[in-house]
């Protein structure tokens, strides 16, 4: 076990936090993790990000702000023990206990309708939302939706497909996919070298017809880079809540908010502190 989380969890160098853009939530296993909440005046969704692997909160604080700006959204991020400034050694279970405090402190102290809630997974991120988005479903709440980018059917399923889940294996996606009763996309670079296509498309089957949104295959692109083209992700992310989660008014009130298209790689990106992931940059945490 110790073996396999070493593998498939590889948390970067810690990006600090300034503490005044962070807080910490403690898990059912008694770890602190720590999180931020982006909040926009007048956003009527909320999404629960988790992000991928070898990211932290540090690294990732630019850019989810940079979403939550031109989405005009609420954003709850925050990173899985033993990542970032976290307690204790990553698993597959510690991952399960991280989201499921961070929706609690959605619910409970920041009193946010479920149903105005998305759950967002990017990467290994797709295995803790799979498994809330699924685990609400069953116990009939009703949230916003559920959005998976770069997504795997399940970790060993990366490696060798044996067609089913083997014991042993982590994040079993395919398995609860199609007991997920919200509203449902898959995002995924047509190129994914990492994690192939055919995860991502695998997935999107295997949910429930009646709330199976438009997928988005994007061409030409592979598994760290699918949002370096900012706009039409925007684009499809702005349609998916549309059509989903907004009436007209709330939904011409977020457009109206958005914020001009701005890429990690983009001169306004920069000069908002926003670099591409694959270089370890100081962000500029600056509100």
Sequence with gaps: MGNVNSILFRPPEVTPLHPNNRFFLTNSYGNRIPACFFRRIGASVTLLYSHANAEDLGLMFGWIKCLSRRLNVNVLAFDYTGYGESDGEPCEEACYADIDVAYEYLINVRKIDPSKIVLYGRSVGSGPATYLAAKLS??????????????????????????????????????????????????????????????????????????????????????????????????????????????????????????????????????????????RTTLSYDN
């Design 138 to 279: 069953d116990e009939g709440v009703e949230i916003g939706g559920l959005v998976l980018e770069a997504s795997f059917k399940s970790v060993y399923r990366v490696v060798a497909d044996f067609g089913c889940t083997v014991l042993g294996d982590k994040f079993p996606n395919i398995d609860r996919i199609s007991s997920v009763r919200c509203p449902t996309m898959i995002i995924h670079g047509a190129d994914d070298k990492t994690i192939p296509i055919e995860h991502g498309l695998a997935l999107h089957n295997a949910i429930h017809e009646s709330y199976k949104a438009e997928p988005y295959w994007v061409l030409g692109k592979g598994h760290n880079d699918l949002d370096y083209n900012f706009e039409p992700l925007v684009n499809k992310l702005n349609d998916f809540l549309d059509i989903y989660l907004d009436d007209e008014e709330s939904g011409e009130k977020r457009f109206q908010a958005g914020l001009a298209g701005v890429s990690r790689t983009s001169k306004a990106a920069k000069g908002m502190g926003i670099e591409p992931l694959r270089l």
